[in-house]
């Protein structure tokens, strides 16, 4: 298996504008999960989807983020409009459903972006 | 609210040390714990888990973590480091109808 893929890997972009960050989950795993990363934060848990469906978005920063899982093989992060202070490492997970609570979440190898 | 905290931000040892990172939780339910790894540039790799049963967990690469749960840690060790073994690592917890809760994180920096 391919893992799970993230796309772009880098994301230069300047202040204002629309950002679209994509992933593609390990085949037959029914959770993804969005995770952003700074040096000031750690690692956040931005929102989750459990069958497509988000189960969690407490995360969110704010209504500039939208995550959307239009079937089970993609699912898109998109910022509109941009800040600098959205520069970050996002990260896309997903999880095998037999294991539930318990299972392993198998990371991508993350975007990172930059917002000038 | 669960809560991780690493105890160190940054552990330097030298190749061939033992070392231990350091990991505690607050929760005042039963919580699944977890070890991560992030070499540079990558995504995070599960280096070992804490489901139940046995405190003393074996994971990937030598290292292994002991459940304390009077303690509330979880701390993480490996007998003797290699050079390759420099990386981040993150404690994380989770329990039932939540998502992974992510410790601040240690660089581990093993020099020769």
């Known amino acids: 298996d391919a893992g799970v893929i993230q796309s772009p890997r880098h994301e230069v972009t300047e202040m204002g504008q629309e950002v679209t960050l994509r992933c593609k989950p390990i085949?037959?795993?029914?959770?993804l999960f969005w995770y952003r990363q700074t040096m000031m934060r750690g690692l956040e848990l931005l929102i989750y989807?459990?069958?497509?469906?988000?189960?969690?978005d407490s995360g969110m920063p704010e209504d500039r983020f939208s995550a959307k899982m239009p079937n089970a093989s993609f699912s898109t992060l998109k910022i509109q409009p941009s800040e600098p202070r959205d520069s970050a490492v996002y990260f896309c997970?997903?999880?095998?459903?037999?294991?539930?609570?318990?299972?392993?979440?198998?990371f991508g190898p993350g975007t990172r972006l930059t917002v000038l | 609210a669960q809560s991780v905290t690493q105890l160190d931000s940054q552990v330097p040892v030298f190749e061939e040390a033992p070392v231990e990172l350091r990991c505690n939780y607050s929760?005042?339910?039963?919580?699944?714990l977890f070890w991560y790894v992030q070499y540079p540039n990558q995504g995070l790799q599960l280096l070992l888990k804490?489901?139940?049963?046995?405190?003393l967990v074996k994971g990937i690469n030598g290292f292994e973590a002991e459940f304390n749960k009077s303690q509330t840690s979880f701390h993480l060790r490996k007998p003797s480091v290699h050079i390759s073994d420099t990386a981040e690592y993150f404690c994380?917890?989770?329990?039932?109808?939540?998502?992974?809760?992510f410790g601040k994180g240690t660089t581990l920096s093993v020099s020769s």
């Open positions: 997970a997903s999880q095998n459903p037999s294991g539930g609570l318990t299972d392993t979440q198998y």
């Open positions: 085949s037959g795993h029914n959770s």
């Open positions: 989807f459990n069958n497509n469906v988000p189960i969690d």
């Open positions: 929760s005042s339910v039963s919580v699944y």
């Open positions: 804490y489901l139940s049963g046995s405190t």
């Open positions: 994380a917890v989770r329990k039932a109808g939540t998502a992974l809760i």
